[in-house]
């Protein structure tokens, strides 16, 4: 009787740690998938849940989910990009021609020898000043639709590099990419955007410059100003600045650059160890 009684307690506690240990397990899940939920809502498509603590085929799912977080944010990325280079075709296009005819009009009043020293001189000054703003204001923006098709060379990145960072020689570099390494790309295109990345950091008062070559991406970091969060998500929305001076231009003009070359730029949810930002570039 003893012993039957000791084998029914035991398997007794043996249920409740079974019942236990998987009411543990799906709490962990459900945390898992609310993280995953919240990050969908706010658009962060860089989440990459752990997948410890999971047997082998919930580990395999949630590897597979990581992966299509990946994939997401890829093609929110062209989308995004096709979209604003829409809006931007059809934005500077109407502008141009309501601003053209001011600015040419207020040009021949102001060179009329009767509006010279009349009262009426310095309102019509105004008007030209502005619209010559505007067109010039416009004109930058056209650089987003009006952009040549790559002319792709093999590009050895190495040395690429080296010379953008003879640009800028007060900043310290940490270049690590294989000398032998050679990028298909348009040297001049290229170039724009490493230069557009190096000017925002410097912009960002950094002072150092991290460029690694990774198996899947190449990383470009920074340790200048963090990028808050709120600001992290319009960073490469076209016009999009927090610079009193900037155009908004720089980060979506690079991306579509590298995107045209099938590659793609994002900044990185956790930057490399010792910096601030960092930005990756992968094939898309």
Not at 97 to 125: F, H, K, M, V
Not at 130 to 151: C, D, I, W
Not at 209 to 229: F, K, R, W, Y
Not at 255 to 264: D, N, S, V
Request: proline content about 5%.
């Amino acid at each position: 009787m003893n012993t039957l009684y000791m084998i029914i307690l035991g398997i007794i506690v043996l249920i409740m740690c079974v019942l236990a240990l998987s009411y543990r397990h799906q709490r962990l899940l459900k945390e898992r998938a609310e993280i995953m939920r919240d990050a969908i809502r706010h658009r962060d498509f860089s989440f990459r849940l752990p997948t410890r603590c999971l047997f082998f085929g919930e580990r395999a799912l949630q590897e597979a989910l990581n992966d299509m977080g990946q994939e997401i944010q890829k093609l929110v990325a062209h989308s995004e990009v096709e979209s604003w280079q829409r809006l931007t075709r059809v934005l500077t296009h109407e502008i141009m021609n309501a601003t053209a005819p001011i600015q040419s009009i207020s040009q021949a009043y102001l060179s009329n020898p009767d509006i010279a020293d009349s009262p009426y001189e310095e309102g019509i000054r105004a008007i030209n000043d502005t619209s010559t703003g505007l067109l010039a204001f416009v004109e930058n923006y056209r650089k987003l639709t009006q952009m040549h098709e790559p002319v792709v060379t093999e590009v050895k990145l190495l040395s690429f590099v080296q010379r953008i960072a003879s640009l800028y020689p007060t900043l310290r570099w940490n270049i690590n990419i294989p000398a032998d390494f050679v990028m298909q790309a348009d040297e001049s295109l290229l170039r724009q955007v490493f230069i557009n990345l190096v000017k925002n950091a410097v912009e960002a008062e950094a002072g150092a410059i991290e460029i690694v070559m990774q198996p899947l991406s190449l990383t470009i970091s920074n340790d200048g100003h963090a990028i808050p969060l709120a600001v992290a998500q319009e960073i490469f929305v076209p016009f999009f600045t927090t610079k009193p001076s900037g155009s908004g231009i720089g980060l979506s003009l690079s991306r579509q650059i590298l995107i045209m070359h099938g590659l793609t730029l994002t900044l990185a949810e956790q930057p490399r160890p010792g910096y601030n930002v960092t930005f990756r570039i992968e094939k898309s």
